[in-house]
């Protein structure tokens, strides 16, 4: 049975970095055609796709949020983190880390239990 399980700080100031690490047990994040994506949920903008790796490194992000966004992983630890810069109010969300990649929520077979992240301004 795969588990993720999120890592990380409850409470960033505007305009500081957001880093969060995905922890993944059961399986491991190089086998072959699966990818690690980061989701958040907020009121406003409901679920929302951020970055994914894949099982071979490559890396994916939501245009929307790619200047500001920096997806990595360390194999030898089995996790995969996500960097957000530059964050604002409208960042605060729920963040998962999930098995799959893309928009199409129903397809992910694994998530995290998720991270409530709150920005102060």
């Known amino acids: 049975q795969v588990q993720l399980q999120e890592s990380g700080p409850g409470l960033v100031k505007s305009s500081q970095a957001l880093s969060l690490t995905c922890t993944v047990s059961g399986g491991s994040i190089t086998t072959n055609d699966y990818y690690w994506s980061w989701i958040r949920q907020s009121p406003r903008k409901g679920l929302e796709w951020m970055a994914c790796?894949?099982?071979?490194?490559?890396?994916w992000y939501n245009p929307s949020l790619k200047s500001r966004t920096f997806i990595s992983r360390d194999t030898s630890k089995n996790q995969f983190t996500l960097q957000l810069s530059s964050v604002t109010p409208e960042d605060t969300a729920v963040y998962y880390c999930?098995?799959?990649?893309?928009?199409?929520?129903?397809?992910?077979?694994?998530w995290g239990q998720g991270t409530q992240v709150t920005v102060s301004s």
């Open positions: 790796i894949g099982y071979s490194g490559t890396t």
């Open positions: 999930a098995r799959g990649k893309g928009n199409n929520f129903l397809g992910y077979e694994y």
